[in-house]
């Protein structure tokens, strides 16, 4: 061991091993850096998402939670709270509203804050106080349309039920505000201990209770979710925030996807650059090992010097490394607090560990192939430095390369997918590589007879370094394809997020407006210049039976729409967002002869079903039954913001029910006394305010987007790493050329002309080949992972080729620019 580290200072004061040493050091680097990170933003986004929820996971039904529960809570260290959620009168004097009121105890919430204000619809940060209590006992906060509806002030008092309660704040923003659609009226906001003063909850009372639980050990809260879920009734359902609010959920799948990705092309970056910077350092050690054996040192011996040296480096470089990738999220980190005023939360031991195991596993897969074959240096090989050496063979080295990159991809993603996805590609863009290299080689040789000068000289390189020219290809094309796959996929990501929330989708929704009241409601929005969305009819409806046969209880526990009344309306034209999938619209149906009024179903509601075009629904309007049958299926897009429904009936087959109607407007910020002024006059109608929830929504986009962008310029350190180290690898070669044409009176801009060149071919040939692999890749990653539509990407085939030509021309030559100053004598000398 002391002869091994003896050895390695040696050989590092000499420079042989810097470069390999500071490849690894810094792939861990960027490695650590983006894994740790990308932890820690995860678990940040998702506690910051379930603030939408106000708790990590909440138990809902009709009935409250098993005491025992806590019990067990306290035990395993979770945090737990308690609601519950009920429509009643509210009275203020004469004036009265079905308000729906939320009773919260001690504790709420687990996640987010309460806004509250003294100023009803508060927009101005200076008017607004975050709270983390709740209303103290005998006090209630309520919605800000509450105070015109029961045209009353802050001070005064209204009564719950049996029990007066004083009004000390208005609510502007509230945790749980998922589903703004649960709310039959303005929020009033209470102590869960006034509950039995009101004597509103009787037996039979329809009130939606909550067991709130969050805690910040991941794997305590899993296990105790987990007790949980056998524990729980038909009547009772366990809600996250990907079931809450299906929009925040997606949008943190496909970031933590698109993290994960991210880490993966990281290790195949630091894996590439180390193999070529191993391959470089057994090469250079020859003569080294010739040597060792002509003074009688065994092969089992130098082959534990080398190990030895191997292992030492490798515990060394990649402590450094995790350092410095700690410091590189730590400053990553600050910026995204400074930006957003969020503190990112602690890493797990995960990222740590296995960001250190892999600089370890990355030195042994990549660069002990390289070394294992030194011992098998003959002595002679000091005397006769032309004698050829066995190396090992690329297939082989490539081989080891990706087992350990399946290894090191399936480790920091957790996701076999996404792994058959990459090696999948890798495999492709090897396999093109190949074929167009030997191409190129071919063409060489007829462009070295047409060609003059510079361009004559670059063709000829190519020509007579085949084997390194296909290695160089080779690296290129990967670390370009692995950029260009992550850039388009962050900005792919970015506009399917920013197409969620349009910055003028409808924010504010209006229901049950009476019919008597349509020209005064749309007098009202034209008077202020609010344009609305096209006026729905809404009923509620069950549907019961299919076919003639009533629904089971199975199906109704497969499919929510059986389970609920839904909102049902007529129309006779086709809204923007909808299409038409399978059947027809009215305008082409025709009824069967049933003599059956149509209906059109929501496609997803329909496979839930198991719905078929033609099939008979019965649905119940309140206790009256209406037949229909299937016409059509649609799509729509939910993420519009405008009105949209399961079931749309064919016109004038409802005309004997009494509707309300439904519309969507927006309203910007300084114009929220609209609803004032709407509330007064039609004390009936109930506005649902999604302004709130939608900016809550933006800012973890925004967030997301931010800590995506900060990720993909860390990972593209590490494709600068591979293509340096890639450049670096024929700068010896290089050097002995350069000096030996000086020798002969070959101009300088000679020189540095084919070096351009020769690069400028390699970036070019690279570039194309790395932008099919990226498509490969692509269309693998949209079909089997992100689960998004394919589609092409024309300008990246023009901006692959031309960036990989003049990126790589530019950096061969920086790298290459000294080796013409290099004396002719000192590269003869070393020749000879």
């Known amino acids: 061991m002391k002869l091994a580290i003896n050895l390695l200072r040696r050989n ?70 308690q609601s519950a959620l009920f429509s009643s009168m509210v009275f203020a004097g004469d004036e009265m509203h079905l308000a729906s009121v939320k009773t919260v105890d001690q504790g709420y919430p687990l996640r987010g804050h309460f806004e509250i204000s003294k100023v009803p619809f508060a927009m101005n940060p200076e008017d607004i106080q975050v709270v983390t209590g709740i209303p103290a006992p005998g006090e209630a906060w309520v919605d800000s349309r509450l105070l015109p509806l029961l045209k009353i002030e802050l001070g005064d008092k209204v009564a719950v039920g049996e029990y007066e309660l004083r009004i000390t704040h208005v609510l502007i923003r509230e945790p749980d505000s998922a589903n703004p659609f649960s709310m039959t009226g303005a929020r009033l906001i209470m102590n869960f201990s006034d509950l039995e003063k009101t004597q509103v909850v009787q037996p039979g009372s329809r009130v939606d209770y909550q067991w709130l639980i969050a805690s910040d050990d991941s794997s305590q809260l899993k296990t105790f979710v987990d007790y949980l879920k056998p524990q729980l009734s038909k009547h009772q359902r366990l809600v996250d925030i990907n079931s809450a609010q299906e929009r925040v959920g997606r949008t943190l799948e496909t970031s933590r996807q698109f993290l994960l990705l991210s880490a993966v092309i990281a290790v195949l970056l630091a894996g590439v650059a180390i193999a070529i910077t191993s391959r470089q350092f057994s090469a250079r050690h020859t003569d080294q090992v010739a040597l060792m054996k002509s003074l009688g040192a065994s092969a089992q011996r130098i082959r534990s010097l080398y190990i030895s040296q191997l292992v030492l480096l490798g515990i060394i470089a990649s402590f450094i490394g995790l350092c410095a990738g700690e410091l590189l999220q730590r400053s990553v980190a600050v910026s995204l607090q400074q930006a957003y005023q969020i503190r990112l939360g602690s890493a797990t031991f995960y990222p740590y560990g296995l960001s250190f195991f892999s600089g370890i596993l990355c030195l042994v897969f990549f660069a002990l192939p390289a070394l294992w074959h030194l011992p098998a240096v003959p002595p002679l090989k000091i005397l006769r430095r032309e004698l050829a050496v066995n190396m090992p063979q690329v297939w082989q080295q490539g081989l080891l390369a990706l087992l350990a990159v399946l290894t090191l991809v399936i480790l920091f993603s957790r996701d076999i997918e996404l792994a058959l996805s990459i090696s999948g590609a890798l495999l492709a863009v090897i396999l093109i590589t190949i074929a167009a290299a030997y191409g190129l080689l071919l063409l060489s040789k007829k462009m070295v007879l047409r060609l003059g000068g510079f361009w004559r000289l670059a063709f000829a390189n190519l020509q007579r370094q085949r084997g390194q020219s296909l290695v160089q290809i080779l690296v290129f094309s990967i670390a370009i394809m692995l950029l260009f796959t992550l850039t388009i996929v962050r900005t792919s990501l970015i506009e399917e997020w920013k197409v969620q929330v349009p910055d003028e989708a409808p924010n504010h929704f209006l229901v049950n407006i009476p019919p008597a009241e349509l020209n005064s409601v749309q007098a009202i929005l034209a008077e202020n210049h609010v344009r609305p969305e096209p ?32 909102n049902v309306t007529w129309s006779d034209t086709l809204a923007e967002d909808n299409k038409i999938l399978t059947g027809l619209w009215w305008d082409k149906w025709q009824r069967s002869p049933a003599n059956l009024p149509g209906v059109s179903v929501e496609v997803e509601t329909a496979k839930e079903i198991g719905l078929n075009i033609g099939d008979k629904l019965q649905f119940s309007f309140g206790g009256l039954l209406l037949d229909a049958e299937v016409a059509s ?7 519009s913001m ?50 709130r929830i939608i900016g809550q929504i933006r800012s973890i986009v925004n967030q997301v987007s931010d800590g995506v962008l900060l990720v993909l310029w860390l990972t593209l350190i590490g494709g600068c790493l591979v293509l340096l180290a890639a450049v670096m690898g024929s700068i010896a070669a290089r050097k002995q050329q350069a000096g030996l044409l000086r020798a002969l009176g070959s101009p300088r801009r000679l020189i540095v002309g084919s070096i351009c060149a020769e690069f400028a071919i390699l970036g070019f040939l690279a570039g194309l080949i790395a932008i099919i692999g990226t498509e490969i890749l692509l269309i693998s990653l949209q079909t089997f992972v992100l689960k998004t539509p394919i589609q092409p990407h024309y300008v990246y085939w023009l901006i692959s080729p031309l960036s990989g030509a003049v990126f790589v021309s530019a950096l061969g030559y920086m790298c290459c620019r000294h080796t013409v100053t290099t004396p002719p004598a000192v590269v003869l000398r070393e020749a000879a």
Request: hydrophobic share 45%; net charge negative; aromatic share 10%.
């Open 12 to 81: 590092w004061r000499s420079g042989e091993l810097k470069l390999l040493g500071f490849s690894l050091m810094l792939a861990v680097a960027v490695l650590s850096g983006i894994a740790i990170f990308t932890d820690r933003l995860e678990t940040t986004l998702v506690s910051e998402s379930n603030s939408v929820l106000g708790a990590d996971y909440i138990v809902r039904g009709s009935s409250p939670q098993d005491a025992a529960w806590a019990i067990e809570a306290d035990k395993a260290a979770i945090k737990h709270t």
């Open 535 to 566: 006026l729905y009819p809404m009923m509620r409806a069950r549907l019961t039976h299919i076919n003639g046969v009533e629904t089971t209880e199975e199906q109704r526990s497969i499919a929510n729409a059986l389970r609920r009344e839904l």
């Open 633 to 639: 299926f649609r799509s729509l897009d939910w993420r």
């Open 642 to 691: 405008r009105p949209n429904f399961f079931f749309i009936f064919e016109p004038g087959s409802l005309d004997s029910y009494s509707p309300t109607y439904i519309t969507s407007i927006y309203l910007p910020a300084d114009q929220k006394s609209v609803i004032n002024k709407l509330l007064l006059d039609h004390p009936t109608i109930l506005v649902m305010e999604l302004d």
